[in-house]
């Protein structure tokens, strides 16, 4: 049988600025749901990238006295570098720069003109540099000096040139239809709503093509004119599949499975992009997910307030695993969310060093001390045994329900009932008094236990690779015995296991820098 493809994106984020904890938040997302697909027998294919044309990375490149594309090199690079850092598994980086990128625009362009709903005009109207976006009169406001600006804060300034324009109005019932007919095309179903009013409140046509600077996808045959960014950035998506070739990777995988975006592009993604593509006679994808907003101990974060959250510096300080479990666990996914260190260690000692470390470390230094370092045998389960042993068989299915809606937090709260309830199961059945009293049912306690552990550490793969990585070794859990389709075996009672040590280390510092903001 050939594995079912499974397709999924993260925005493309603009070259302008260094990565931060933002961008690590929704390519984490991505890696996570990657990671859990291809264990459940999915063909995966998961992109991310840079987003390198428009006027904002064009003034941010002089700003720094570079050419444009010098300037996207560069940072692009960094943008990399985070991904390998996190240890993230996406399969494809795509850059707008790109020639495959180039041939996929000007080929969108050509259908939309040719279903004739692309059309030539002049555009005058406010534009906001920071969003790359247009804007209604109505929908400004005036601060206290008098400058006009965009709902997200942004600067706006006039802008009068000639324009092509995408014939959005003419989209409001067919996007409307497609809503009413994919009820789950938008989550969460807050964010659905929105997007569903803003449409029935009525489309303006689009205006998609700039005059006034060069940096970007020139309009085929009219290279005056360059793309707007967000048409040119939208169709990454598809020029990573090879389109125009739409056969291949391209037949593979689209329509897309998922888009992953934080909820300040979620109308370009909900509105916009299907418009598009439904004009160029190719499907809309099948999910755009519009995660919340991260702020820094209570404030916006923002390269002018100083706080921006390094995600390397992070890592450094409390771990991978330990970043990665957190910023899926601090907030349901869909929510905004507060950064705090008190939040981080809060998680990182309670629920990573306490519940689930200690579980393990308790767990496989009785076996290594008691039963000669091997996993040790099964007796005919009692009740207690099969009750902590079906709900950690249950765990797959919670699990794949939970991500399949992208409700991460839901996920770790199955599988974290699941060691509360073995935590609570070692206590009660205390395996310590049953060496003396009762050597057989303390190798069939243990040995549940150690199963128990097997599971959660198969689950916890996608989450925290390298501590999930080395339970399983301490397990002799072989590679290709690590997938879902592995929870249906057992661990093998005689197996010799290696000498166990912690994975989850607590944060030391704690209590010098409890006070600390
Ligand atoms: O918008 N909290 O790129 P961008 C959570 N190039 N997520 C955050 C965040 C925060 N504080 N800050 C940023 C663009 N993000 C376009 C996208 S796609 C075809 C083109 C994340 O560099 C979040 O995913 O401004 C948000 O949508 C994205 O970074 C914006 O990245």
Known sequence: MTAKPYYLTTPIYYVNDVPHIGHAYTTLACDVLARFKRLDGFDVRFLTGTDEHGQKVEKSAAQAGVDPQAFADKVSENFRRLADFMGFTHDDFIRTTEPRHKAACQEMWRRMLAAGDIYLG????????RDEAFYGEGELTKDADGVRRAPSGAEVEWVEEPSYFFRLSAWQDRLLAFYEANPVFILPSTRRNEVVSFVKGGLQDLSISRTTFNWGVPVPDDPEHIFYVWLDALTNYVSALGFPDED???????????????????????????????????????RVFAHGWWTNEGQKISKSLGNVIDPFDLVDKYGLDQ?????????????????????????????????????????????????????????????DDRALLDQAAGLADKVRRALDGQAFHEALEAIWAVIRAANAYVDHQAPWKLKQEDPVRMAAVLYTLAE????????????????????????????????????????VPGTSLPKPEGVFPRHQAEDREGGRK
């Open 323 to 383: 970043v990665r479990y957190f910023l899926l666990r601090e907030v349901p996914f869909g929510n905004d969310g507060d950064f705090s260190h008190a939040a981080m260690v809060t998680r990182m000692n309670g629920e990573l060093a306490n519940d689930y470390g200690n579980l393990a470390q308790r767990v496989l230094s009785m076996i290594a001390k008691n039963c000669d370092g091997r996993v040790p045998g099964t007796d005919a389960p009692t009740a």
């Open 248 to 286: 291949g990777d391209f037949q593979r995988f689209w329509p897309c499975d998922l888009h992953m975006v934080g909820k300040d592009i979620l109308r370009f993604h909900a509105v916009y992009w299907p418009a598009f593509l439904m004009a160029a006679g190719l499907e809309p994808p099948k």
């Open 122 to 129: 002049s555009y005058s109207g406010w534009y906001a540099v």
């Open 452 to 491: 128990t552990i097997r599971h959660l550490a198969i689950m916890t793969q996608a989450f925290m690779p390298g501590a999930s990585a080395r339970l399983l070794d301490q397990l002799a859990i072989a590679p290709e015995a690590r997938d879902l389709a592995a929870l249906a075996g057992a661990l």
